[in-house]
């Protein structure tokens, strides 16, 4: 999405106006329905508007990430969860099943003996407790199956905690380490971009016109080795978005 006028970043990001437009959304019909509440109007629970409210202030708060999008190294954050984000979640829609073949079986061997399994919905959030490090021990002694439930527990915490989110953090750590390459590819090039061109490559041309002397050669060998310095970190850019493109396909 293009936006115009002079000091103003070239455009917006997609997600970013969505982001602000779905936000000013829920603002303007949080406001809609305190509104008609205090009017006497049936129109919906006061908790309605307050979800809306918080909401719309959310997504709000959420856009102000876009300013720091030209203001690198700040960036950094934003372009890794953009880039980690959307891996995380096919990742996670891949091993959901398995999570809910374990909460499943704890639901149906030890919802009579402890309160964190006596539901679906608490069996989740036990076991999603669980794969963070949270009320093992707890667990332990709620359940009191002997052997049985310590090979439950041991073989979630081996799948999930060591394996699964295991995984996850070494996504989140590519895609840090990608922004960060990528952060300082903008800042080499912004950093040569300011220089003019003549100063960039007239003085070679300049002393091409005559011998080199020693001094030459050596601010000759300078500039070569920035040049290359640049390119490669362009080319390591490049393949990042090329292991990125064969993710996605």
């Not at 305190?34 to 809306?52: D, K």
């Not at 880039?83 to 995380?88: E, F, K, M, N, S």
């Not at 332990?140 to 310590?150: A, S």
């Amino acid at each position: 999405l293009e936006i115009g006028g002079a000091g103003m970043p070239p455009r917006m990001e997609a997600e970013f106006f969505w982001m602000m437009s779905l936000g000013n959304v829920a603002i303007v019909a949080a406001v809609a329905i305190s509104v008609g509440e205090y009017a006497g109007a049936p129109i919906a629970r006061r908790s309605v508007s307050q979800a809306m409210m918080g909401l719309g202030s959310m997504l709000s708060w959420s856009t102000m990430v876009q300013h720091f999008e030209y203001l690198p190294p700040y960036d950094a954050s934003w372009l890794a969860m953009r880039r980690g984000l959307p891996i995380v979640l096919r990742f996670i829609v891949g091993s959901f099943p398995v999570f809910m073949g374990f909460a499943c079986l704890g639901l149906s061997l030890y919802s009579e003996h402890s309160i964190k399994f006596n539901s679906l919905r608490n069996s989740l959030i036990t076991l999603f407790s669980l794969m963070n490090g949270d009320v093992l021990l707890e667990t332990t002694r709620d359940i009191e199956d002997g052997f049985l439930g310590d090979v439950y527990l041991v073989v979630f915490m081996c799948i999930f905690a060591f394996t699964i989110l295991s995984v996850f953090v070494s996504i989140i750590q590519d895609a840090y380490a990608s922004a960060k390459q990528q952060t300082a590819t903008k800042k080499s090039s912004s950093g040569m971009s300011n220089v003019p061109a003549d100063v960039q490559f007239g003085r070679a041309t300049k002393r091409s016109s005559g011998p080199l002397g020693k001094g030459d050669a050596e601010a000759l060998m300078t500039e070569l080795a920035e040049c290359m310095d640049v390119l490669s970190a362009q080319m390591r850019d490049c393949r990042d978005l090329q292991q990125q493109l064969c993710s996605l396909y």
